[in-house]
């Protein structure tokens, strides 16, 4: 009689892998990046680890690093998904980034500029980190959605400080003193004509105000969701709209329109007719309690021809020709290109620089198909008679479009909350395929 060997049981799937349905291990990581994200002072460093010591691009880098470990040891295939593409195209951005790093490897380069490089080269596998792990990690809806919901949580806590902020004039926030951590004494609050214009716990104003273009959208969405306490989530959007207008900027007010704008397409005609009159309501308010504030706002444009910031914007191209017309296709090196030689309000020129013609298009790429995927998603929750999660798709697609004009307003990418901001909508966008999918399934 031939001896047989014991069958082998059955694999069963490693707990918290992003490959089971049922893990919610992404979900938490997310949350723990939110917070620490926005709880935290932008400036605040851990001094020894330098341009990369900040608590937000470490957690960054964990989120790259877990979604790379639990890859590694998925027991069960990786979903496929439209949802996939925004991860391919980020994973492609980043090789972009990587190939350029390692090209201006073989330039000599300033000290200065060397210790940049490689600070922006781990800043950017954070972001790109965000943008896997949220594609990947967020299994159905209803993850999506507590996500979504906490962030909002977390940026009406910010618009509370930042509210404070404005109309005490102090920063608050930058006497928080912790242990291992730099003084958060590079907070900005800046003063524009009658304007006070804070900024929360980010670096500076308009770093606050990319990051409430770009939530505005989804706190929109989470509002218009029934459930409990659906009173304190209006009030949450309705503070985020006003303290983007009491920003008192032309990123805030351009970048805030293209979300508003966005959302209008998701509400159906009773909604779009409270929308417009609550914010007409709020400029009337604005007009009658803070004269001249709709006068400043609209000096920043009826002036903007000679405005100093606006005139080294236009003035910028000639330097950036001059720089990019060396390294035309790859760049000399993501995060190369210092305040010393100008200072360039526009992300998108700095990575023409720095990652040149394949780097724009690359990050290009990767925005247009994070909208794509998006819109795909709630034409899909449409057909579904999803009204909820079609909302939380063009939520998703409106924060991403203002997240995208910001980029071209200033330099995003050197800010931890706004590129954290922006990649995580951009994650999220590529979680929403698999969210109606299972919203289609569960009815």
Not at 69 to 80: G, I, Q, Y
Not at 212 to 234: H, N, Q, S, T
Not at 344 to 361: H, K, S, T
């Amino acid at each position: 009689m031939i001896a047989t060997a014991p069958a082998r049981p059955a694999a069963t799937p490693t707990p918290g892998l992003p490959g089971r349905p049922e893990s919610r291990e992404g979900l938490r990581v997310l949350t723990a990046y939110v917070v620490i994200l926005f709880v935290f002072p932008a400036p605040m460093l851990i001094a020894a680890l330098g341009q990369v010591g900040g608590p937000a691009t470490l957690a960054a880098v964990g989120c790259f690093m877990w979604w790379s470990w639990t890859l590694v040891n998925r027991a069960v295939p990786e979903p496929v998904d439209a949802g996939r593409v925004v991860r391919i195209a980020a994973l492609v951005f980043l090789l972009v980034c990587v190939i350029a790093y390692a090209h201006s490897a073989a330039t000599p380069y300033p000290a200065d500029e060397r210790s940049l490089l490689d600070a922006a080269l781990i800043r950017m596998v954070g972001c790109i980190g965000l943008v896997c792990l949220a594609a990947d990690g967020l299994r159905d809806a209803e993850q999506v959605w507590t996500l979504v919901t906490r962030l909002v949580y977390v940026l009406g806590a910010v618009c509370a400080i930042a509210l404070v902020q404005s109309f005490t004039g102090e920063v608050w926030v930058d006497r928080i003193s912790l242990p291992g951590l730099t003084p958060a004494s590079g907070i900005e609050i800046a003063q524009r004509g009658i304007i006070t214009r804070p900024a929360g716990t980010a670096s500076h104003p308009i770093e606050l105000a990319s990051v409430l273009a770009v939530g505005m959208p989804l706190a929109f969405a989470v509002a218009g969701r029934p459930g409990a306490r659906a009173w304190l989530r209006r009030l949450i959007a309705v503070l985020v709209a006003i303290t983007l207008l009491l920003i008192g900027s032309r990123t805030a007010i351009v970048c805030g329109t293209v979300g508003f704008v966005a959302m209008l397409f998701a509400w159906n005609g009773r909604t779009r007719l409270i929308a417009v009159g609550a914010s007409l309501l709020v400029l009337c308010v604005a007009f009658v309690m803070l004269p001249g504030f709709l006068g400043t706002l609209a000096g920043m444009f009826l002036g903007a021809g000679s405005d100093p910031s606006v005139a080294s914007r236009t003035d910028s191209y000639r330097i950036v020709e001059e720089f990019w017309s060396h390294h035309l296709w790859i760049g000399r090196g993501v995060g190369t290109f210092l305040p010393k030689y100008w200072i360039l309000d526009n992300e998108y020129l700095i990575l023409l620089i720095g990652a040149g013609v394949l780097g724009l298009a690359a990050l290009l790429g990767l925005i247009l198909t994070a909208v794509a995927v998006a819109a795909r998603a709630a034409a899909l929750a449409r057909r579904a008679g999803d009204d909820s999660t079609r909302q939380l798709c063009v939520a998703a697609l409106g924060g991403t479009l203002a997240g995208a004009v910001s980029m071209a307003l200033f330099d995003g990418f050197s800010f931890p909350q706004a590129a954290g901001m922006f990649f995580l909508c951009l994650g999220i966008c590529g979680a929403l395929p698999r969210a109606v999918a299972s919203r289609m399934a569960s009815r």
